[in-house]
Every structure is written in structure tokens, then in C-alpha cells.
């Protein structure tokens, strides 16, 4: 089955950027996307397609994915980003799939 | 504006079916896919299934034997019963659009999420 692997946590200053990754086998050869959860609340779609945002979605979030790694990068992060960032993507023999999940900490 | 709502109990009993249903507002639902979703306490994301309006269901391989999902155009529903569960499908279930192209995919909007708690 196809598996997608996030760090547990990553922390950030205020203003700085933070990258938050997240890999698979030959990842680069689907398409991901990644949703940003804060505390009490629904998942909210951030990045799709690898790197289009959603309308409404500020443009410090970015997406690539590349090789076996796709990264969520946000730029001049502030503290309102602080939240749980999962990444998923479709794989034709596991269908969908979420990776575990990364805690961004805005210290 | 696309919008979900689950509803169902939040307490089912071990060895009991939970039944969750979405509706949908802002869109036909004969439309798209539509998936549930579940997320066990202080835990990670996991698909259940998804259905498209003509009935074709494709479920998670972990809960295929035990999750049935259905569609009522009529009512711009679709519902989520799990059989047989246990302490470990106590979860926040959401109900999502799921978008596909292929191989390109993504959930949005997503419900607010009901927790159900299995407990006798």
C-alpha cells in the first residue's frame, strides 16, 4: 500500500519561512495537496494540484512537489498558520491517502 | 457557497452499526463525489469511502467489510454506516466534496465534523 511519511512537528519563528514536507514513492509523479487544521476545526484545503491555491488562500502559502517529496512552504509565517498541515494525494492502488500529519509551532 | 452537515448520534454502543448522514447545500449532489472522512482523538486523518451520485462506492480496504456508503439524490443526502464497531472507531467523522481529475484530487469543502464516541 502507498504511504505518505510528515514530520511530527516543525517550528518556526514569526515572519520566517517554514517548510513542511512530506514523502512518498515517487511522489512527484501524482498530484498533491494539503490542508491546514487549527484546534476544534475542519480541515481547510490550502494547496491542490501541487502549488494552485484556493481562492482565498493568502499567497505566502506555496506548494512544490518533486521527486519523492512534496513541500508546503509558508512565507512570512504569522501566528494564525500555527496549526496541523496534512498532505494527501491518490494512488491507484491504495486510493486516497493522508500522510500523518506535521504540527507547525510559530514560536 | 458549497456547505456539508453530518448529523447522526454521538454515542453507538460496541458491536452496533453507526449511521451518519451529510447533507449537502449550495450544490446538487448529483454532482462530484462525496467521501467521508474520520479522525480519532488527538490522531491523523482517515479516508473511510467516497460515492458518486449513480451509486458507485469505493471504500477504504482497512473498513471495506464493515462501511457502506449511500447516496439520496432526492433528499441532496449521502449517509455513512460502519457495522460491527468498537472503541477504536471513536472519531470525528466529516463528510467532504472530493474532487478528481484522474489522478488529481482533493477534499473541499469539508463538514464541521461530529464526534462519535463508542461506549456502552
Known amino acids: 500500500s502507498y504511504e505518505l511519511t510528515q514530520p511530527p512537528s516543525v517550528s518556526v519563528s514569526p515572519g520566517q519561512t517554514a517548510s513542511i514536507t512530506c514523502s512518498g514513492h515517487k511522489l512527484g509523479d501524482k498530484y498533491g495537496c494539503w490542508y491546514q487544521q487549527k484546534p476544534g476545526q475542519s480541515p481547510v484545503l490550502v494547496i491542490y494540484d501541487n502549488n494552485k491555491r484556493p481562492s482565498g488562500i493568502p499567497e505566502r502559502f506555496s506548494g512544490s512537489n518533486s521527486g519523492n517529496t512534496a513541500t508546503l512552504t509558508i512565507s512570512g509565517t504569522q501566528a494564525m498558520d500555527e496549526a496541523d498541515y496534512y498532505c494527501q494525494a491518490w494512488d491507484s492502488s491504495t486510493d486516497v491517502v493522508f500522510g500523518g500529519g506535521t504540527k507547525l509551532t510559530v514560536l | 457557497q458549497v456547505q456539508l452537515q453530518e448529523s447522526g448520534p454521538g454515542l453507538v454502543k460496541p458491536s452496533e452499526t453507526l449511521s451518519l448522514t451529510c447533507t449537502v447545500s449550495?450544490?446538487?449532489?448529483?454532482?462530484?463525489?462525496w467521501s467521508w472522512i474520520r479522525q480519532p482523538p488527538g490522531k491523523g486523518l482517515e479516508w473511510i469511502g467516497y460515492?458518486?451520485?449513480?451509486?458507485?462506492?469505493y471504500y477504504n480496504a482497512s473498513l471495506k467489510s464493515r462501511v457502506t456508503i449511500s447516496v439520496d439524490t432526492s433528499k441532496n443526502q449521502f449517509s455513512l454506516k460502519l457495522s460491527s464497531v468498537t472503541a477504536a472507531d471513536t472519531a470525528v467523522y466529516y463528510c467532504?466534496?472530493?474532487?478528481?481529475?484522474?489522478?488529481?484530487?482533493?477534499?473541499?469543502?469539508w463538514g464541521q465534523g461530529t464526534l462519535v464516541t463508542v461506549s456502552s
Open positions: 467532504a466534496r472530493w474532487v478528481e481529475s484522474g489522478a488529481l484530487t482533493w477534499f473541499d469543502p
Open positions: 460515492i458518486y451520485y449513480s451509486g458507485n462506492t
Open positions: 449550495g450544490a446538487s449532489i448529483s454532482s462530484y463525489y
